[in-house]
């Protein structure tokens, strides 16, 4: 009777949790897939290193690394090393601006003319009268790129130890004729987030890497991540920029004594910092997925423009790139460098990977397609690992 009655009970009771034991080694397994995957994209040398993170639906972290830090020293990549993240660094000033304007310091209707309006170039900029805090933050403000300016390319690689102050880079933007009328279209344009550096400066009476630092980068512990403000970076590893670098850079940007061969500091906050994949993806589960910013304010970011430049389909909203996917993030280029990352509200994960190349086709795929693929891996291996009759 009682071997009877402990069958029943057994038949019954919801069985256990997996011991600590084999989470362990389902962790191990699926950090050793992911390993495979990213060794398999660099097994034929061509993009030299990848560093990748991912933060699960169940907020547990994997920061990985596969391939090269420096093609001739045959240094192995290693999780922690720093690479140029480009433009996903627009982020972090989206989010401090949004901050702000969360905070009633500033608006998302308030023009740029009311912070910068005095400064003797402000007057120079197209559509200058036109520029509002929202239309700079979606890119549609019809600003070209000072950046990409021959002049500017020009003056970079010329003066590789000159620090670039904002209102020099936007002189290279100044007197030209705007794109189109302010709020009539989309122009991605660093230019756009160098007038916005400036007024969350003049804001806070603080520098703006400053506000990045208290914000976000102590608060998450975000070790890896630091502002791109010299030409030698602690922990930054070789990048290559392939044959045609649209900058004109040689393929190696940084030079034997450790040096990058441009003043990188110019990107600010267009980009302006460097990171790893683990960092930037749990950034980016605190960003969009986290209390970085309130559910209204965050609701207002994701609200997105057509951004037909971006790709088929592709949408822009308050700092923040929207695939048709339904995957939200950003992208980044710098030179030497290709950075990618994503969040999927559904099923709650983010996926962020780095290149030390800038070099598209020597990658063979798209980021965002290998940020797809290392969250398909993980999905699959948690349902796979499900105990039997549980949800997958």
Known sequence: MLTLLAGVLLAVLPQSAPSAQSAQSNRAELRAALQAHLDELVADGRPPGISAGLVLSDGSELALAAG??????????????RLCAGSTGKTFV????????????LALDAFASDFLGEEPWFARLPNADELTVERLLRHRTGLERYEFQPEFARDLVAQPERVWKPA?????????????PAGEGFAYSDTNYIVLGLIVERVTGKPLYDEVRRRFLAPLALATVAPQDGRTIAGLVHGYAGASD?????????GADGRFVINPQFEWAGGGFVTTGGDLARWARALYGGDVLGAETRALMLAGTDAPELGRGMRYGLGVELWPSGAVG????????LTEMRWWAEPGMAVAVQVNTSDARAVGKSLGRLCEELRDVALQHAAAAAPAGAPR
């Open 68 to 81: 090269l830090a420096d093609r001739a020293a045959k240094t192995p990549l290693a999780p922690t090393d």
């Open 94 to 105: 989206a989010a401090t601006v949004l901050q702000l304007v969360q905070a009633r310091e």
């Open 168 to 180: 020099e880079l936007l002189s290279y933007a100044c007197d030209k004729k705007p794109l189109f």
């Open 246 to 254: 649209p900058l004109g850079l040689p393929d190696e940007v940084i």
């Open 330 to 337: 950003h992208s980044g280029f710098f030179p030497g460098y």
